[in-house]
């Protein structure tokens, strides 16, 4: 569905990503993995919009497009859930879902129709949640995942962008996020996973893609890998494909 060919992105005298290339389909889920330095953030920038290549091309659906911001991005079905999630924690959960994207009759907001909305999302997700009212701050690390994922999911996106979504997570609340990962697969949405965490990695993923010194540097099928072989192409000891 997406494609990324040949991306080149320069910091001044540094080259942040040499020549990437990266596929992502729809309904999979694909694990991008790297050391500190690798390029990870990068191209997600690159992708979401935030910052722009030097050089490449990327594609939706075979066409090339041009993505000159997260506007863009969002218009072409890209969604991205950043590491910070960016939720108003003094806000309830429903009106994070619609933040910035609230519906209106001329002036009023209509809160019952996001409310309705908010539940089915939810539930669709198999996100548990009490009390949809309650303001964000009062929510578990794991609910507050699940409500920036929920989010990301309004605007009806084709790709979702997950950055570190099991960071600082306890053993309990990364299971939720994983199933919620795997939910957003079977919906057939096309998932890119950047974590660290190569047992979360190996557990939802079906495939990963290995950056290194902001190159490829090694893809393989999740089901077929160890552990050992995409820790070699991520220190560079060996390369796999």
């Known amino acids: 569905m997406l494609a990324v060919r ?11 990503l ?4 990266l596929e992502v389909r729809a309904g999979e889920v694909v694990a991008l993995v790297g050391d500190n330095g690798a390029g990870k953030s990068t191209l997600i920038k690159v992708v979401s919009g935030v910052t722009h290549a030097d050089e490449g091309v990327i594609t939706l659906d075979g066409r ?13 079905g890209i969604s991205t859930v950043h590491q910070d999630l960016a939720l ?3 806000l309830d959960v429903v009106a994070n879902l619609f933040l910035g994207h609230e519906q209106r009759r001329f002036s009023w907001l209509r809160e019952l129709r996001m409310e309705r909305t908010a539940r089915d999302l939810l539930a669709s997700l198999d996100v548990r949640i009490p ?10 690390g794991g609910q507050r995942q ?3 994922i929920a989010r990301a999911l309004i605007g009806e996106p084709r790709l979702v962008i997950l950055d570190e979504p099991t960071a600082a997570l306890g053993v309990e609340q990364t299971a939720q996020v994983l199933a919620l990962v795997r939910r957003l697969r079977d919906r057939g ?13 190996t557990a939802v993923s079906d495939r990963v893609a290995v950056l290194r010194l902001g190159s490829n540097a090694g893809e393989f099928t ?3 890998a160890t552990q050992e072989m995409i820790v070699a192409a991520i220190t560079g000891a060996g390369y796999g494909s």
Do not use: F, M
């Open 131 to 140: 009390e949809i009212r309650t303001p964000v701050a009062a929510l578990s």
């Open 146 to 148: 699940s409500v920036a």
């Open 88 to 90: 108003c924690e003094n």
């Open 64 to 76: 090339p497009v041009t993505v000159r911001g997260p506007h863009d991005a969002q218009a072409l």
């Open 18 to 21: 040499a020549g990437v290339d």
């Open 222 to 224: 999740t089901r077929e």
């Open 189 to 201: 949405l096309a998932v890119l996973l950047i974590s660290h965490n190569l047992v979360d990695v």
């Open 6 to 16: 040949g991306v080149i992105k320069r910091y001044g005298p540094v080259r942040a």
